[in-house]
């Protein structure tokens, strides 16, 4: 019987992410209202069938994403229910029992736990803090991949460390994959959320054995209605198609009704603009927070996100801090040990500003009374 690996992480998160007073793991910005995407009055919406819809998204959000997406048309588009379903699909479409799957570490750790109950081997390659930046190991890549290798697995820009990798990186990477004939599934649901508003190009289009998953949950801050999609081949989307037969059927009629109003140009900038200030106005609230605990807190400001991954020197480990947090302060935030990175934690800045700051407070609390222990 397959073995179910615990995302660790979204088991936190889905237990106690409605549980606590201030919820600091979130790695989005504050979400949307639907009244912010319609017109006061949206009869359109408001009579649409509650029917099924093209399972595979409607022609019409199809085409929209393409539009996006270079050398595509709709038949290269599946909409999936948020871009967790798109990494589900693909993983299970690709790791078995034998074949062997490359992940990028640290990461949203979906498709590690995956390929493991999907008893594929799982090998990975680092970022590592080198000058300043959060940069792949490239040569840990090239020590991972073999003839074996099916599926290497990026996410850029990078959960957690909101870390860009470069342009060249992104060569590098598909000529490492295109040597042994390995896909390269790349999470890009940050992409759209950079701080210095340069879209983070996608893998999409550099080699020809790319899945390029998105959603709308991040930089669009709609995390509720459940959109993501993959961009590949016409063959791997109409494939996966078939998988997704089994697990949700369709986007839901609301979701992709809204989905479209989004990803209008007009309303797609004005969303990222709101993502962009949301950021731009928190990591300094942020930051003067880190200088204040210098002498235990430190980090590499992200390039994207709403995430910031912190290093710590407190005589703790990170899943007890994090549990203390939300048992004695009622606070979440995501252990380091979720990303097998004993000595961080991932902590979600962007919140509406109060909320930031008064979950920042809780934190210093806590600081205080394991400094004063110790
Ligand atoms: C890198 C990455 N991929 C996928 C997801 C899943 O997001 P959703 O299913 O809401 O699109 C997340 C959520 O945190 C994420 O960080």
Redesign the pocket.
């Known amino acids: 019987m397959m073995k179910l690996r615990l995302f660790e992480m979204e088991r936190w998160q889905s237990t106690w992410e409605n549980r606590v007073e201030y919820n600091l793991s979130e790695?989005?910005v504050h979400p949307l209202r639907i009244s912010e995407l319609l017109d006061g009055n949206d009869t359109e919406f408001l009579n649409r069938p509650l029917e099924y819809t093209q399972s595979n998204g409607t022609d019409e959000l199809r085409k929209i994403i393409a539009a996006m997406y270079p050398g595509t048309e709709m038949e290269n588009v599946l909409v999936t229910?948020?871009?967790?379903?798109?990494?589900f699909l693909s993983t299970w479409s690709f790791a078995e029992r034998g074949t062997e799957v490359v992940v990028m570490l640290p990461?949203?750790m979906?498709i590690w736990g995956l390929a493991k109950t999907l008893q594929a081997k799982v090998k990975f390659f680092r970022l590592r803090e080198r000058d300043s930046e959060w940069k792949p190991d490239i040569s840990g890549l090239k020590k991972a991949i073999s003839k074996k290798t099916k599926l290497i697995a990026v996410?850029n820009p990078n959960?957690p460390t909101g870390a860009v990798m470069r342009e060249e990186t992104i060569d590098e990477i598909c000529n490492i994959a295109r040597k042994v004939g390995a896909w390269i599934l790349a999470?890009e649901?940050?992409q759209g959320s950079e701080l210095d508003g340069r879209i983070t190009p996608s893998f999409w289009g550099r080699y020809d054995k790319v899945i390029a998953?998105n959603?709308?949950?991040?930089a669009y801050a709609m995390?509720g209605i459940?959109?993501?999609w993959i961009v590949s081949t016409k063959e791997v989307a109409s494939k996966l198609w078939s998988y997704h037969d089994y697990t949700t059927i369709c986007p839901t009629a609301l979701s992709d009704y809204l989905a479209r109003k989004a990803l209008q140009p007009e309303m797609r900038r004005k969303i990222l603009t709101r993502t962009r200030e949301i950021l731009r106005t928190n990591l300094p609230i942020f930051t003067r927070w880190m200088e204040k605990h210098r002498e235990n807190l430190s980090f590499l400001p992200p390039q994207a996100g709403a995430i910031a991954y912190v290093k710590y020197n407190l005589k703790i480990n990170s899943s007890k801090f994090a549990d203390r947090l939300k048992k004695e302060k009622s606070t979440l935030i995501v252990p380091g040990d979720h990303f097998g990175m004993d000595g961080y934690l991932r902590i979600g800045y962007g919140a509406p500003r109060d909320y930031l700051s008064a979950g920042l407070n809780r934190i210093d609390e806590l600081i205080q009374s394991i400094r004063e222990r110790a």
């Open positions: 790695s989005g229910n948020g871009s967790s379903e798109a990494n990461n949203y979906q996410c959960n999470d649901v940050y998953v959603g709308l949950s991040k995390p459940r959109v993501g």
